[in-house]
């Protein structure tokens, strides 16, 4: 994401669960970025993207379901996000259930939209036959907060129509600041603290955070500039251990953190500072490790610790004897709840960031190689030894160095991380995954 954010208008889509919310969200932003399901209550944090409606940028935020269900341990948390949102809002996108009529929840979210006093279109959803827009829009105008227009995302009726008044009553200056963010993923199991994490960064109550263990589902966008500079944050869903997924919506779940790291350039794994390396840490840091992504280590719960300076020797120890397969992933000591350490823990997010952008030249890279190669030789595969004819630097983010050689085959698994380990040793690649690529070539290229 290359715009500021920041810069532009907000839409905010209300209403109590399972109106449609999320479905307006994804066919206005044409791809399934909120999660849908026939539950109630799948939204739970704010859901952001930038669209663009006939030349005209803005933000569109999906927002959880309102309810006042007293046994909801989210029900408040929820409410108080959707009021953050309108707040910040140039248009409130208030939607209703064309087939269910008005209910007590929609006269409660009503009056929570009257004092908001921002700009409002009233949705009527799932309006899919003119009976239904008829009885929607019908019911609906009885609330005085406008004429209600009748849409179905499902079936993309209207929702062209919704839009054009939405951008008439959006700002006329829309002028976009661009940005070179720092994209960081917060990854890590549930309940370690990743939402606190982001919360204690921003400064604010920005998602949802509770003891229960899963209490984020969808991966969330949050811009922040810091004096260690600009960071799109993406907080995530906890990924448990694969025999412990359910269906439905904690499947999406795990899914979109996967995906997450996917389009992050630094992974932050949080771990627990009570619980140490667990098995379960050691696979989610191999899932930013398969996407080749930078990775920071950052050691939660610190404040928790009885003995802080015995405790991190072990926890350091417990580092190098488990994620052995990532020996340049940065190590930092957090305490979100205490915002603790979040300093430093951007300050490493941009140098690894710095470390993904790193060229080599090709001199010197094939130098360091045959450096490498003099002072341990290749050991024989099937009677034959590996020849490196040259290297190159194919690209950043994160380095990617091509090797041509006489055989691929004959790269022993060890011997590759043997020569990664020279190359790191020459020169700074901390806090990011590498790659080489061995190619063929022919001794008789000229190139050779």
Not at 43 to 65: K, P, Q, S
Not at 324 to 333: D, G, H
Not at 408 to 430: C, N, T
Request: hydrophobic content about 40%; overall charge negative; glycine content about 6%.
């Amino acid at each position: 994401m290359s715009a500021a954010s920041d810069a532009l208008p907000r839409v905010v889509i209300v209403g109590r669960p399972n109106v449609g919310k999320s479905s307006l969200f994804n066919r206005v932003y044409g791809d399934r970025k909120a999660i849908v399901e026939d539950e109630p209550g799948t939204t739970r944090d704010r859901v952001e993207a930038d669209v663009e409606w006939r030349d005209v940028r803005f933000r569109l935020i999906d927002t959880g379901g309102y309810e006042t269900d007293a046994e909801s341990v989210y029900a408040p948390l929820i409410v108080e996000q959707i009021k953050l949102a309108m707040a910040d809002a140039a248009v409130v996108l208030f939607c209703l259930d064309a087939r269910d009529g008005l209910t007590a929840s929609d006269y409660d979210m009503a009056d929570v939209v009257r004092r908001a006093q921002r700009p409002t279109i009233v949705v009527a959803t799932k309006a899919d036959n003119e009976r239904r827009e008829f009885t929607g829009t019908a019911e609906a105008s009885s609330l005085g907060l406008g004429e209600p227009m009748p849409i179905s995302a499902m079936h993309d009726v209207n929702v062209g129509l919704l839009l054009d008044e939405v951008v008439k009553l959006l700002p006329d200056d829309t002028t976009l600041v661009e940005s070179d963010r720092t994209r960081v993923a917060i990854i890590g199991r549930p309940n370690v603290g990743k939402s606190m994490l982001v919360n204690a960064i921003l400064g604010k109550q920005r998602v949802i955070v509770s003891d229960v263990a899963g209490t984020t589902r969808d991966a969330i966008d949050s811009e922040v500039d810091t004096p260690e500079g600009s960071f799109l944050l993406i907080d995530t869903a906890g990924i448990r251990r694969p025999g412990k997924l359910g269906h439905g919506v904690e499947l999406h779940s795990v899914m979109r953190s996967t995906s997450a790291v996917e389009r992050c350039d630094v992974a932050v794994v949080v771990i627990d500072g009570t619980d140490g390396v667990t098995s379960q840490d050691m696979h989610i840091a191999g899932i930013a490790m398969e996407h080749l992504r930078g990775m920071i280590i950052a050691v939660n719960k610190i404040d928790l610790w009885d003995d802080p300076d015995g405790r991190r020797a072990w926890a350091e120890a417990q580092m190098r004897g488990r994620v052995t397969f990532a020996p340049w992933a940065m190590v930092t000591f957090i305490s979100a709840l205490e915002a603790k350490g979040t300093s430093e823990l951007l300050k490493l997010a941009q140098d690894a960031r710095e470390s993904r952008r790193r060229r080599l030249s090709t001199a010197e890279l094939n130098s360091i190689l045959n450096r490498a190669l003099r002072e341990h030789v290749p050991p024989l595969v099937r009677n034959k030894r590996f020849k490196l004819f040259y290297a190159t630097q194919a690209g950043i983010d994160p380095p990617t160095f091509i090797l041509f050689v006489n055989d691929p085959k004959l790269v022993h698994f060890s011997y590759r991380r043997y020569l990664e380990r020279r190359i790191r040793e020459a020169v700074d690649f901390e806090g990011t995954a590498i790659k080489l690529v061995f190619r063929a070539r022919s001794e008789d290229d000229p190139r050779s």
